[in-house]
Each structure stands twice: as structure tokens, then as C-alpha cells.
């Protein structure tokens, strides 16, 4: 493991008989003496140092007993100006375990890393019932249907969820002018305004569904609209006929701040899944959003090793 320069200083001097000894920490945390000429010598603890060389100083990141003291090292290790240096030391598994350790916002402004082309791509790997999550969160209900073309609209009204009763209730709540004008394309010609309500329910129950929708089909784009919501407003899981193909096009055209958005509905795991495909400089600089406080003593809980090995380089 390559070990880069720190912003800190660390090691110190020993006295022995006038004359100055320098030392330092090894990887381990052992004491390494060095004499003026050039000798060293190695021993465990402060205690080993001093019963050979006499009375010395204790080293600033060596606690009671010679043990090594991380928190010490957390100290001299400024961890706010040299994370990346420490991020950039880590194994990827590493990397991503600390992305657990982010708030949602920051595994959300992590996916700005990705190009647009990419992050679609990932995005559009999702279940649809997430994608369609997705899209409510940055438009309206009533907008998405208006954008669906007539295709998309009739993909809705073709679900086995609609029965007849179903599509019965929804024709019934049609403009009456719209109505009339489905009755016409299906039955033929006949002034169905002066028929009552369970009369009118009575033919379209009698229908076929099949009959219905070549009908609806040929009525203009704006009466389906409502009769579409309608029936959305209901039952949601029939936006799930939607078209991959459809889906795609609307996360497209988003602008690139309106899609990050969009993932905020996204659950923290599927967000971490999709930030691991970073590649590794990248995932350093996700991962380099985790506030000081929260890194350091990750470093003391998860990497007491590479602490020491810092310690003993610098």
C-alpha cells in the first residue's frame, strides 16, 4: 500500500546522555530508535525504551503502557484536508461501506458523478413500479397522463383490471357529449340523450370490451384524458401498463437536476447498488461527502490498521 504525504507531523527526539535521539512509530506500532550514527533500534513500548536508554519522552500519539493511541493519530491526521489522501487508501468494499454511512441527500448528489447517459441507463434498470414512484415525485398526476399520446392512454384502458363494471362507472362520469359519441361509434346512430342513467349502464355492461375500445379509440384525444385520471385516480396500479418505451422518453427529456430528483424516492440500498458502479476515483469522491466527525471515528471502529500504518509512515 502506497502511503502519501499527511499535513501532519509526527515522531519526536529522545534525550540519551546529552545527546538528542530522533524516533518513530512503525506500521505495528512498535518504537523505532534512531541514533546519530544511524543506527536503530527497535523495541515494543516506551517502557522497553526507557529501561534501555534511560529516561526519554513519550511520544505524542504513544498512551500509557506504550500502546499506541488512535485517537492521538485521528488528531495529527487532520482528517478534514487529507480525506481524500485516506479515502484514496481504502478498498472499494471500503468505500462503499462508508457510502452506508451518508444521508440520503448525499447518495442522491453522489449520482451527479454519473453522465446523463449512464445514470438513465441505471435508472431504467429499476422495477417499474419504482420508476413510476419516480415520475410522481416531479410531476403531477394530471400532467403525466396528459402526456401519454393515444396509445398509452388505451394501453391503461385495455387492463383486466377494468372489467365492464369498471369501465360502466367511468363512461357514466364522461362528458355527455363524449358519451353519446362513443354509444354512436359502437351502436350506430340513435339519440341516447333521452335514455336514463341505468339504461346507458345497461348497454355499456352488455358490451364487449373489445367493442368498447375499438369505440374509444376513434374519440378525440381530450375526452380520454379525464376518463383516463379517473380511472388512475382509483386504482394506480394501472399506470404500470405504461410502456417501457414511454417511460424512457419522459426520463429523457428530464434535465439532469429534475432526474437526481427523482431519486430521492429511491431506497437508500438501491442508491448505495447504483453508486458501486462508480469507478474508482469517482467512488472516492462520493464517498469523500461523509462529514469529519463520521469518518473519523469510522476510521477508529473499522481501521485501526491502516491508523497505525499512517502513523508509523508519517
Given at each position: 500500500m502506497r502511503v502519501e504525504a499527511f499535513d501532519l507531523q509526527l515522531g519526536g527526539n529522545l534525550p540519551m546522555g546529552g545527546a538528542s535521539l530522533s524516533y518513530t512509530l512503525g506500521n505495528n506500532g512498535e518504537v523505532i530508535i534512531m541514533t546519530g550514527t544511524g543506527r536503530s533500534y527497535v523495541v515494543n513500548s516506551v517502557e522497553e525504551a526507557q529501561r534501555l536508554f534511560g529516561q526519554v519522552s513519550v511520544h505524542p500519539l504513544v498512551g500509557m503502557g506504550g500502546?499506541?493511541?488512535?485517537?492521538?493519530?485521528?488528531?495529527?491526521?487532520?482528517?478534514?484536508?487529507?480525506?481524500?489522501?485516506?479515502?484514496?487508501?481504502?478498498?472499494?468494499?471500503?468505500?462503499?461501506?462508508?457510502?452506508?454511512?451518508?444521508?440520503?441527500?448525499?447518495?442522491v448528489n453522489a449520482l451527479r458523478l454519473?453522465?446523463?447517459?449512464?445514470?438513465?441507463?441505471?435508472i431504467m434498470a429499476l422495477p417499474k413500479p419504482l420508476l413510476i414512484r419516480m415520475l410522481l415525485r416531479v410531476m403531477k398526476l394530471s400532467n403525466?397522463?396528459?402526456?401519454?399520446?393515444?396509445?398509452?392512454?388505451?394501453?391503461?384502458?385495455?387492463s383486466k383490471r377494468l372489467n365492464n363494471r369498471e369501465m360502466t362507472k367511468g363512461l357514466l362520469k364522461m362528458e355527455p357529449q363524449f358519451m353519446f359519441l362513443l354509444l354512436q361509434r359502437v351502436h350506430g346512430d340513435y339519440n341516447y340523450s333521452n335514455l336514463k342513467p341505468y339504461d346507458l349502464a345497461k348497454i355499456f355492461m352488455q358490451t364487449p370490451k373489445e367493442r368498447l375500445m375499438e369505440g374509444l379509440k376513434t374519440l378525440p384525444f381530450k375526452a380520454l384524458i379525464p376518463l383516463v385520471t379517473g380511472f388512475v385516480k382509483q386504482?394506480?396500479?394501472?399506470?404500470?401498463?405504461?410502456s417501457d418505451q414511454f417511460i424512457y422518453k419522459?426520463?429523457?427529456?428530464?434535465?439532469?437536476?429534475?432526474?437526481?430528483?427523482?431519486?430521492?424516492?429511491?431506497?437508500?440500498?438501491?442508491?448505495?447498488?447504483m453508486l458501486s458502479q462508480l469507478p474508482g476515483p469517482l467512488l472516492?469522491?462520493?464517498a469523500a461527502q461523509i462529514d469529519d466527525k463520521t469518518f473519523e471515528q469510522y476510521l477508529l471502529s473499522q481501521q485501526p490498521q491502516l491508523l497505525k500504518l499512517l502513523a508509523g509512515a508519517a
Amino acid at each position: 500500500m502506497r502511503v502519501e504525504a499527511f499535513d501532519l507531523q509526527l515522531g519526536g527526539n529522545l534525550p540519551m546522555g546529552g545527546a538528542s535521539l530522533s524516533y518513530t512509530l512503525g506500521n505495528n506500532g512498535e518504537v523505532i530508535i534512531m541514533t546519530g550514527t544511524g543506527r536503530s533500534y527497535v523495541v515494543n513500548s516506551v517502557e522497553e525504551a526507557q529501561r534501555l536508554f534511560g529516561q526519554v519522552s513519550v511520544h505524542p500519539l504513544v498512551g500509557m503502557g506504550g500502546v499506541l493511541d488512535l485517537t492521538a493519530v485521528i488528531r495529527l491526521l487532520n482528517v478534514g484536508r487529507n480525506k481524500i489522501k485516506i479515502l484514496r487508501l481504502l478498498r472499494r468494499g471500503d468505500l462503499i461501506t462508508i457510502l452506508h454511512l451518508l444521508p440520503k441527500e448525499l447518495l442522491v448528489n453522489a449520482l451527479r458523478l454519473f453522465n446523463k447517459v449512464k445514470l438513465l441507463r441505471l435508472i431504467m434498470a429499476l422495477p417499474k413500479p419504482l420508476l413510476i414512484r419516480m415520475l410522481l415525485r416531479v410531476m403531477k398526476l394530471s400532467n403525466l397522463i396528459k402526456k401519454m399520446p393515444t396509445n398509452e392512454l388505451m394501453r391503461i384502458l385495455r387492463s383486466k383490471r377494468l372489467n365492464n363494471r369498471e369501465m360502466t362507472k367511468g363512461l357514466l362520469k364522461m362528458e355527455p357529449q363524449f358519451m353519446f359519441l362513443l354509444l354512436q361509434r359502437v351502436h350506430g346512430d340513435y339519440n341516447y340523450s333521452n335514455l336514463k342513467p341505468y339504461d346507458l349502464a345497461k348497454i355499456f355492461m352488455q358490451t364487449p370490451k373489445e367493442r368498447l375500445m375499438e369505440g374509444l379509440k376513434t374519440l378525440p384525444f381530450k375526452a380520454l384524458i379525464p376518463l383516463v385520471t379517473g380511472f388512475v385516480k382509483q386504482d394506480p396500479q394501472l399506470l404500470l401498463n405504461m410502456s417501457d418505451q414511454f417511460i424512457y422518453k419522459l426520463f429523457e427529456r428530464m434535465s439532469k437536476p429534475m432526474l437526481l430528483n427523482s431519486c430521492m424516492v429511491l431506497p437508500e440500498e438501491i442508491l448505495i447498488k447504483m453508486l458501486s458502479q462508480l469507478p474508482g476515483p469517482l467512488l472516492v469522491m462520493a464517498a469523500a461527502q461523509i462529514d469529519d466527525k463520521t469518518f473519523e471515528q469510522y476510521l477508529l471502529s473499522q481501521q485501526p490498521q491502516l491508523l497505525k500504518l499512517l502513523a508509523g509512515a508519517a
